[in-house]
């Protein structure tokens, strides 16, 4: 019992090693030479434009989901008015941010760790470092500087289509005026919910990307290693985005508030 | 001595004929418990064959990786091309590789990339060639290989024999003076097995590369060991037995559990009275 403790200990000790090295060579990558254009510029449309429907859909349907419920408990109160306040600030404060952070753990945060850990058993990383290429800067910072930039992008688009969805139900279902919707959100958002609903998403998409180029490094075992690494990084990538919008939020109330 | 003074003396040296480009001195290697190499030492003379014999797991693919930096050593020193690479950065390894072309195995394609973009990537990526010049140098290299019409295919369009082939192509596009061969030959057929024998062959001896070829595959190592290539009167390249002269270039090394058992030429280790070589070759 106790060599199985002190063996996990030593193995989760080697992990966040190695994640801290990763990051800190990425951020070094960042900043110096050689920089792989093409590959930040592929990056940013993939992780981007290629997760825009995804991101939509899922903040469309939240917003309506949202707004329908709330109406349910708002009329208890004679608050039905106040919809859009009550969306507005659930979607850009929590929902939007969180939800689009597991939207892409589970579209970019799989397919990273599946590339590049299929590239691990194909030897196709060893052949990249042989060409005296740095598979850091080559894979990991190009991805990075994706994610850290487009999930906030994806988070306002995702926000915004999810209060359109709540008004879509405030509108035709709970039969709210739509001026008042949308007045109630102006009155009802303050700058500190935006920092809010803005700050997490740089926090997420980092989290999101350097975990999963992280699992996919540490690739071992052919095919069904690649299949494990995907499926660890998309656990670890939600769990990592729940636990870090808690002490986000901590922090930013801390903070504004 | 200055740094200039002694790259200058470096320099000096390789360019003579003899001169050893690897070196291998006493180098161990484990991971964990399990130990991989236990003390190699050997040398690879520039413009000859060193063959790395051994059953798997063996540590003969270990042995390729530490000299192209792709693993450290534990202790011992590797020197190559007149430089100390067993305590070098991945950073100061990268100028190292420059001068070392290594093909792994199933030939790690790149399968997101064309035969041209494999073949080219170390010169579209790490270098500030022109493209023209980079696509000239690609269709040569494809014409020496004999894939020329594949340029513009993907790996997952070529068969296995062609990867590998497609493999050498882009570890020579940037004209390196030592081959390192991890299994070139392992899972193809006969027939295709000696196309890439024959690549490894006209290598050598037309472009004068020096060769470290890991395998397990006697037939292919005696093959390397015991042909020449030339160019007949019109220039057409053929293989054809080697010299004796030619033949004593080719070294044999074999491995058991990370030590040397054997090391010599061809007719020697077919000679060897050595009841595990005997095993083996039989």
């Not at chain 2, 006969?190 to 006209?202: F, Q």
Request: proline share 3%.
């Amino acid at each position: 019992m106790v060599s199985f403790i002190e063996r996990w200990g030593k193995e989760a000790a080697l992990e966040v090693q190695e994640y801290v090295r990763l990051t800190v060579l990425a951020f070094h990558g960042i900043f110096t030479r050689p920089i792989y254009r093409h590959d930040i510029i592929e990056q940013f449309d993939v992780i981007g434009a290629g997760s825009l429907t995804v991101v939509l859909l899922a903040g469309l349907f939240t917003g309506a989901a949202l707004a329908s419920q709330s109406g349910l408990t708002l009329d208890q109160f004679g608050a039905r008015p106040v919809v859009g306040r009550l969306v507005s600030a659930s979607m850009i404060k929590e929902l939007g941010p969180v939800l689009t952070a597991l939207m892409l753990t589970g579209r970019i945060g799989s397919g990273i760790a599946a590339e590049i850990g299929s590239m691990m058993v194909t030897d196709q990383i060893n052949a990249l470092r042989a060409l005296g290429t740095d598979p850091i800067r080559k894979l990991v910072v190009p991805r990075v500087l994706a994610g850290i930039f487009m999930a906030p992008v994806l988070t306002v688009i995702s926000d915004f289509i999810g209060i359109l969805g709540g008004w879509v139900i405030a509108r035709y279902q709970l039969q709210v005026n739509s001026g008042l919707y949308w007045s109630s959100i102006t009155k009802g958002l303050y700058m500190q919910d935006v920092w809010m609903g803005l700050s997490k998403p740089f926090v997420f998409g980092f989290l999101i990307v350097t975990i999963a180029c992280h699992v996919g490094l540490r690739t071992r075992g052919g095919t069904a290693g690649v299949g494990r690494s995907t499926t660890i990084s998309v656990v670890a990538g939600s769990v990592a985005v729940i636990a870090a919008d808690f002490f986000v939020t901590q922090i930013m109330i801390a903070l504004f508030y | 001595m200055g740094t200039e003074t002694r790259t200058e003396t470096v320099k000096q040296i390789l360019a003579e004929p003899g001169a050893p480009v690897v070196v291998f001195d006493h180098v161990k290697l484990a991971f964990d418990e399990k130990v991989i190499l236990r003390d190699l030492s050997f040398t690879v003379i520039k413009g000859h064959t060193k063959i790395i014999l051994g059953a798997s797991g063996s540590g003969k693919s270990t042995a390729l990786k530490i000299i192209c930096g792709l693993l450290k050593a534990d202790s011992g020193v590797v020197w190559v091309n007149g430089q100390r690479v067993d305590q070098l950065s991945e950073l100061e390894m990268m100028p190292v590789r420059a001068d070392l072309g290594m093909i792994f195995q199933e030939g790690a394609l790149f399968d997101s990339l064309t035969v041209r973009e494999n073949v080219g990537y170390k010169l579209y990526e790490e270098t500030d060639m022109p493209l023209e010049q980079i696509d000239k140098r690609v269709g040569e290299v494809l014409g020496f290989i004999g894939l020329s019409e594949h340029i513009n295919k993907m790996p997952s369009e070529l068969s296995g024999g062609q990867r590998r082939r497609v493999a050498i192509a882009r570890a020579i596009s940037f004209r390196p003076s030592i081959m390192l061969y991890d299994e070139a030959t392992t899972g193809l057929d006969p027939i295709t097995a000696t196309t890439v024998d024959e690549e490894m062959i006209k290598l050598r001896d037309l472009e004068n590369v020096s060769s470290i070829i890991v395998t397990h595959q006697l037939r292919d190592a005696f093959y390397v060991a015991e042909h020449m290539a030339r160019r007949d009167a019109t220039g057409k390249v053929e293989i054809v037995p080697a010299t004796p002269q030619k033949e004593r270039q080719a070294e044999f090394i074999m491995l058991r559990d990370g030590l040397i058992v054997f090391e010599g030429d061809a007719d020697t280790l077919r000679a060897s009275p050595d009841p595990y070589i005997r095993d083996f070759l039989s």
